[in-house]
C-alpha cells in the first residue's frame, strides 16, 4: 500500500521545488545574460533592452577578440602556466607525499609538522612579494629570463594536496608493497608501479586542484610578470575590464557593438573550454570535497 | 638508559648455554650512537630522502624565507638594502598602527573591522546555504532532476575569481551618458529596491552595497559546490530510519528534526569550526577585484590594505606589521578551532 503523502510533506516539497528552481535559474541567469549580452547590438545592449535572449543578433564583438593577437597570447600563456605548474607541482607532490607516507621515515612528525605549519600561518603579501622579486633576480642571474618560469616553479605549491596524497598512499597495502619488493622493484618502481595505479582517484582530484588554481591564477601573475605578452588570460580579461569601464574610454567607443559586449564576450571564452572538460572531471571535483577530514 | 641483564643474555634452547642478545646490542647501539644510526639509515634509505628533498626544499624557499622577511616590520623600510641590512625599528611599526591618532591606524582598525565583519556576515548567510540546499536536493525524487540542478548550481564554481568578478561588475556597473547601467541594477530600480539615483551612479562605487554584493556573489559562487559535502551525510542516512520515524507517526518537520538534522550534525559541527578557524584569512583576491577608492569604509581589509601600503605603496615594515598581526591571530584561531574539532568529534582537520 502506498503512504498518503502528508500536507506536511507536501507543503515541503512545493517550497523545496520552488526555492531550487529558483536558486538554480539565479546561478544560471547571469550566464545565459552574458552569452546573449556579447551576441547583441550596440543600442540594445547599451540600453538594457537585452534581458535573456540577444537582441539584433551580430557577432562583431567576438570578431574583434578573435583577431585580437593578445588574446591568443594570454590564452596560450594560460594553458604554459596551467601544464607546466600542474607537471611541476604534481612532481613535486607525489615525491614527497610517498616519501612522508612511509612510517620508516625519520623525523616524520617533523617533516609533516614543517607542511602543515604553512596552512596555519603565511607571511603575508609583502614578505611573499619581497621573497618573488628576490626569487626573479636569482632566476634572472642563472639566465632564466622569462618571468613564467618563475610563476610555475616558485607558486602554486599546497600543502593541503601533499596531505591528500599522502594518505591515499598510506591506504594501499602494505602486503602489494613487501609482494613488489620481493619481486626486486626498486623504490621508485614500487612508486610508479604500485603506489601511484593504486591512488588513481586521488591523483586525479589532486592534479585538478593543482591545474584550476594555475588556471585561475591572477594575483601573482599580475605583480610578477613584467612582459605584457606574456600574461595569462586573467590578467588579461581583468586589464581589459578595467579599460573598457573607464567611463573616458567608453565616451570614444564608435564600434557598431557595444563596448560591453566585448567583455561579455571575453568572459564567455574563457569559460567555454572549462564548460566543456566539466562532464569529465565532475567526479573528482565532487569527490574532493569529502577529503576535508584528514587525519594526521 | 641500560637494559636488565636478561635482556643481554638469551638462553640457546639447543645447546642450553647464554649468548649475548644481538637485538638488544643494536638497541644500545642506537641509544649510544643516535646520530650514526640516523646517519646509517639515511645512507640505507637513501631515495626516501632524495623524494622527500624537492618538497622540502619548495616550501623552504617560497613558503618560509618569506617569513624571514618579516623582520622587516620591526626594521625601517629600505628600498635598496636586505631585511637584514635594515636598522632596527623595535615595535614602533606596530604602535602606529595600534595606537590611534594618525590616519594609518584609522585605516588599519576598519580593515581589521571589516576583515572580521566581511567573514563574520559569510558565517551567518552564506553558512546555513549549503545545508538548506542539500536538505532541498534530497527531496527531488528523480535523480534526473536532481542532477540537473546540482550541475546548475555548481556551475559558477568553475568561474575564475576574475570572471566571477568581471560578470558581478558589469551585472551592477554604473550608467553613463553613452550606455545604460548593468541589468541587475536596472532590474533592482525596476522592483524598487533600490533608488533610480543609487543605481545609476553604480552599486559597486556605493559603500552601502559592498558587504551584500560581497555575501550574495559568495553563495552565488560556492553554495552549490559546498552543499556536496552536506548532501553525501544526508543521503548517506539509512531509509530504515525514515520508515521507523514514521511508523511512529513523525511528520515530514518532525522527520527533519529527529532524523535528518542529528545525522548531519557532525558534518554541520565541523564545517562550522573551520569556517570560524579561519575568520580572518579571508581572499584578498576577490577584494581586491571588487573594491575601489570609493567604497575603502567597508571594503578595505587587512591584505588589501597591506597590498594598498606595501605593494602600491612604500610602506613596506608598516604593511607586513599589519598583516602580521592579523595572520598571527588567524593561526591561533586556527589552531584553536582544530583543536576543539579534535576533542568533539576525533576528526582533525589537518
Known amino acids: ?296 | 638508559m641500560k637494559g636488565k641483564a636478561a635482556d643481554y643474555l638469551v638462553l640457546d634452547p639447543s645447546s642450553g648455554t647464554y649468548h649475548e642478545n644481538p637485538e638488544q646490542v643494536v638497541r644500545d647501539d642506537v641509544e649510544k650512537h643516535y646520530w650514526l644510526h640516523v646517519g646509517r639509515t639515511i645512507v640505507k634509505d637513501w631515495r626516501l630522502y632524495v623524494m622527500l628533498i624537492p618538497t622540502l626544499l619548495v616550501f623552504l624557499f617560497w613558503r618560509y624565507l618569506p617569513m624571514y622577511e618579516l623582520l622587516g616590520s620591526f626594521k625601517v623600510s629600505d628600498e635598496i638594502k636586505p631585511v637584514s641590512q635594515q636598522l632596527f625599528a623595535g615595535f614602533s611599526y606596530f604602535k602606529t598602527l595600534l595606537v590611534g591618532g594618525s590616519g594609518l591606524s584609522t585605516d588599519f582598525w576598519r580593515a581589521m573591522r571589516n576583515t572580521f565583519l566581511l567573514s563574520f556576515y559569510g558565517l551567518c548567510f552564506g553558512f546555513p546555504m549549503p545545508i538548506i540546499l542539500a536538505l532541498f536536493f534530497n527531496e527531488v525524487r528523480s535523480n534526473i532532476a536532481r542532477s540537473v540542478y546540482q550541475v546548475l548550481t555548481y556551475l559558477p564554481k568553475f568561474m575564475s575569481t576574475v570572471v566571477m568578478t568581471s560578470l558581478v561588475t558589469m551585472l551592477v556597473k554604473q550608467g553613463s551618458l553613452t550606455s545604460g547601467m548593468g541589468i541587475l541594477s536596472q532590474f533592482l530600480s525596476n522592483i524598487g529596491l533600490i533608488s533610480k539615483d543609487v543605481a545609476q551612479g553604480g552599486l559597486l562605487n556605493n559603500p552601502n552595497f559592498f558587504r551584500g554584493i560581497y555575501q550574495i556573489s559568495g553563495i552565488w559562487e560556492s553554495a552549490g559546490y559546498d552543499s556536496i559535502v552536506f548532501f553525501a551525510a544526508i543521503i548517506a542516512i539509512s531509509p530504515t530510519s525514515y520508515e521507523a520515524a514514521q511508523i511512529d507517526g513523525a511528520n515530514k518537520m518532525a522527520q527533519m528534526r529527529y532524523v535528518v538534522l542529528p545525522s548531519i550534525l557532525s558534518t554541520i559541527v565541523i564545517m562550522l569550526i573551520t569556517r570560524i578557524g579561519s575568520l580572518l584569512n579571508i581572499g584578498y583576491e576577490k577584494v581586491l577585484l571588487l573594491y575601489n577608492t570609493n567604497t575603502y569604509v567597508t571594503a578595505d581589509v587587512v591584505s588589501t590594505f597591506a597590498q594598498r601600503y606595501g605593494l602600491q605603496g612604500a610602506a613596506k615594515g608598516i604593511a607586513s606589521a599589519a598583516e602580521m598581526m592579523n595572520n598571527v591571530i588567524g593561526m591561533l584561531l586556527v589552531i584553536g578551532a582544530n583543536t576543539i574539532a579534535r576533542k568533539a568529534t576525533d576528526v582533525s582537520l589537518y
Open chain 1, 1 to 296: 500500500m502506498k503512504r498518503k503523502l502528508e500536507i506536511s510533506e507536501l507543503i515541503f516539497k512545493v517550497i523545496s521545488y520552488t526555492l531550487l528552481t529558483v536558486f538554480a535559474l539565479g546561478c544560471l541567469y547571469p550566464f545565459v545574460y552574458a552569452i546573449s549580452a556579447s551576441m547583441s547590438g550596440r543600442h540594445a545592449v547599451e540600453y538594457g533592452e537585452v534581458v535573456l535572449f540577444p537582441k539584433d543578433v551580430q557577432f562583431n564583438a567576438f570578431r574583434q577578440m578573435f583577431n585580437d593577437n593578445m588574446f591568443w597570447n594570454a590564452y596560450s600563456n594560460t594553458l604554459f602556466l596551467t601544464i607546466y605548474g600542474t607537471i611541476w607541482a604534481l612532481g613535486v607532490a607525489i615525491l614527497g607525499a610517498y616519501a612522508l607516507s612511509k612510517k620508516r621515515l625519520l623525523f616524520r612528525k617533523f617533516f609533516n609538522f614543517y607542511l602543515v605549519f604553512t596552512m596555519w600561518f603565511a607571511a603575508g603579501l609583502v614578505p611573499q612579494y619581497l621573497n618573488y622579486l628576490a626569487t626573479k633576480s636569482v632566476f634572472n642571474s642563472i639566465g632564466i629570463m622569462d618571468d613564467k618560469w618563475l610563476v610555475v616553479i616558485a607558486m602554486g605549491m599546497a600543502a593541503m594536496n601533499i596531505i591528500l596524497l599522502r594518505n591515499a598512499f598510506e591506504n594501499v597495502p602494505s602486503e602489494i608493497e613487501e609482494a613488489a619488493i620481493v619481486d626486486g622493484a626498486t623504490e621508485f618502481q614500487v612508486l610508479s608501479k604500485v603506489f601511484i595505479p593504486m591512488s588513481k582517484s586521488t591523483i586525479a582530484t589532486v592534479t585538478l586542484f593543482f591545474a584550476i588554481s594555475r588556471w585561475n591564477g591572477y594575483f601573482w601573475a599580475r605583480q610578477m610578470i613584467s612582459n605584457q605578452n606574456e600574461h595569462p588570460l586573467q590578467v588579461f580579461i581583468r586589464l581589459r575590464l578595467e579599460q573598457y569601464t573607464d567611463p573616458e574610454f567608453m565616451a570614444g567607443w564608435n564600434e557598431v557593438f557595444a563596448s560591453d559586449s566585448v567583455i561579455y564576450a571575453l568572459i564567455v571564452c574563457s569559460i567555454v573550454p572549462i564548460l566543456i572538460i566539466y562532464p569529465f572531471i565532475q567526479k573528482y571535483f565532487a569527490k574532493g570535497t569529502n577529503a576535508g577530514g584528514v587525519k594526521e
